[in-house]
T-cell receptor, first 114, second 113 residues
Framework: AQSVTQLGSHVSVSEGALVLLRCNYS??????LFWYVQYPNQGLQLLLK??????LVKGINGFEAEFKKSETSFHLTKPSAHMSDAAEYFC????????????FGSGTRLLVRP | EAGVVQSPRYKIIEKKQPVAFWCNPI?????LYWYLQNLGQGPELLIR????????DSQLPKDRFSAERLKGVDSTLKIQPAELGDSAVYLC???????????FGEGSWLTVV
């Protein structure tokens, strides 16, 4: 069965510092992987997705993530945090079989200190 | 292009009362999803439609929850009767077809008192 683990329910960084949000997955077949962002009182917005092409995926707002099969990881990074990056971030996995079901992690809340 | 539209955005009801949520997907999107998001957790799939057919409703609590997508466009999710534990965010999402990128609405925030 697929699952997603996000290490750290809260991550706090200073403005301008590196952002690193961790995601590990388990899947019996090569997965598709996603990062979504949720701002307060809003729905989820797709940041980026991995669909078995390039292992380094660039997304919106300067975020990127690297698929590492050997580590079963898909960590999200941004070189320099901005105050507007404060939000909840969700990693999700889908095996793209007939279910096309997205399995989400429990989320990581990013806090950005001035 | 308009996104996924949901209403109402916020709803407060007393327990045992019914409630309904409406969703209009992105134009041309054949696949529609309803997700449940409890506080501090990631969304969980309740039901997926391909056009008007519910192809995955295994996680929908059918004793009190029901959903419909009669003409393959708009969808309604109903809870009757509501329980305190139903307080959550109900997210509607759509994709062009199953397997394509899923786009989410802003959610309907339910509080049962």
């Amino acid at each position: 069965a697929q699952s997603v683990t996000q290490l750290g329910s809260h991550v706090s960084v200073s403005e301008g510092a590196l952002v690193l949000l961790r995601c590990n997955y388990s899947s019996s077949v090569p997965p598709y992987l996603f990062w979504y962002v949720q701002y307060p009182n809003q729905g989820l917005q797709l940041l980026l997705k991995y669909t078995s092409a390039a292992t380094l995926v660039k997304g919106i707002n300067g975020f990127e993530a690297e698929f590492k099969k050997s580590e079963t990881s898909f960590h999200l990074t941004k070189p320099s945090a901005h105050m507007s990056d404060a939000a909840e971030y969700f990693c999700a996995v889908s095996e793209m079989d007939s279910s096309y079901k997205l399995i989400f992690g429990s989320g990581t809340r990013l806090l950005v200190r001035p | 292009e308009a996104g996924v539209v949901q209403s109402p955005r916020y709803k407060i009801i007393e327990k045992k009362q019914p409630v309904a949520f409406w969703c209009n997907p992105i134009s041309g999107h054949n696949t529609l999803y309803w997700y449940l998001q409890n506080l501090g957790q990631g969304p969980e799939l309740l039901i997926r439609y391909e056009n008007e057919e519910a192809v995955d409703d295994s996680q929908l609590p059918k004793d009190r929850f029901s959903a419909e997508r009669l003409k393959g466009v708009d969808s309604t999710l109903k809870i009757q009767p509501a329980e305190l534990g139903d307080s959550a965010v109900y997210l509607c999402a759509s994709s062009r077809t199953a397997g394509n990128t899923i786009y989410f609405g802003e959610g309907s925030w339910l509080t049962v008192v």
